[in-house]
T-cell receptor
Framework: KQEVTQIPAALSVPEGENLVLNCSFT??????LQWFRQDPGKGLTSLLL?????REQTSGRLNASLDKSSGRSTLYIAASQPGDSATYLC?????????FGTGTSLTVIP | GAVVSQHPSWVICKSGTSVKIECRSL??????MFWYRQFPKQSLMLMAT?????????EQGVEKDKFLINHASLTLSTLTVTSAHPEDSSFYIC???????????????FGPGTRLTVT
């Protein structure tokens, strides 16, 4: 069974700092890896999707990488802003369902 | 983008009662809907997958007689927690997609969740 772990569980950084969120998965047989943002009172929002054949995806200040062989993905956030404060979830898609990580709660301090 | 709503956003009920949670796709036809449960400090766990007009497929360990799922239309799915107990207290999230296979399945749109507290 796929297990997805995210480190750290919580992170607090001053505004403007670059940061990296980590995601590891036990089964490399995933079709893709997505990073989501979860805000209280709102649904999950997909930030980046990396297909299994890709190594990274970029969107604005966000960059996600995927290394299937090592079972790892990272989400890099550049020049963090208070509005980036949220919980970030990674999820591996196995073809019929997502396996979600436990999330990293990010707080960006103005 | 596509919007999925849930109602209610939070609910408190007494042990032994039943509670219904609605999940609606507001601007697209949701052929497939998913129900997840998230306990504090834990990841979202898939409970069941439902296709419009057919019976839901439940994940191992999820009691189908306790968590009744109805997907009677292309815009509405309901989850009814029957005879709720305190251990059912959790955050329930639905998601929806307009397809039944391939890319459409993982391009899901998530609702804002429903916080259920059973006293």
């Amino acid at each position: 069974k796929q297990e997805v772990t995210q480190i750290p569980a919580a992170l607090s950084v001053p505004e403007g700092e670059n940061l990296v969120l980590n995601c590891s998965f036990t089964d490399s047989a995933i079709y893709n890896l997505q990073w989501f943002r979860q805000d209280p009172g709102k649904g999950l929002t997909s930030l980046l999707l990396i297909q299994s054949s890709q190594r990274e995806q970029t969107s604005g200040r966000l960059n996600a990488s995927l290394d299937k062989s090592s079972g790892r993905s990272t989400l890099y956030i550049a020049a963090s802003q208070p509005g980036d404060s949220a919980t970030y979830l990674c999820a591996g898609w196995t073809g019929n369902q997502f396996y979600f990580g436990t999330g990293t709660s990010l707080t960006v301090i103005p | 983008g596509a919007v999925v709503s849930q109602h209610p956003s939070w609910v408190i009920c007494k042990s032994g009662t039943s509670v219904k949670i609605e999940c609606r796709s507001l601007d697209f036809q949701a052929t497939t809907m998913f129900w997840y449960r998230q306990f504090p400090k834990q990841s979202l766990m898939l409970m069941a997958t439902s296709n419009e007009g057919s019976k839901a497929t439940y994940e191992q360990g999820v009691e189908k007689d306790k968590f009744l799922i109805n997907h009677a239309s292309l815009t509405l799915s309901t989850l009814t927690v029957t005879s709720a107990h305190p251990e059912d207290s959790s955050f329930y999230i639905c998601s929806a997609t307009g397809g039944t296979s391939g890319r459409a399945l993982y391009e899901q749109y998530f609702g804002p969740g429903t916080r259920l507290t059973v006293t």
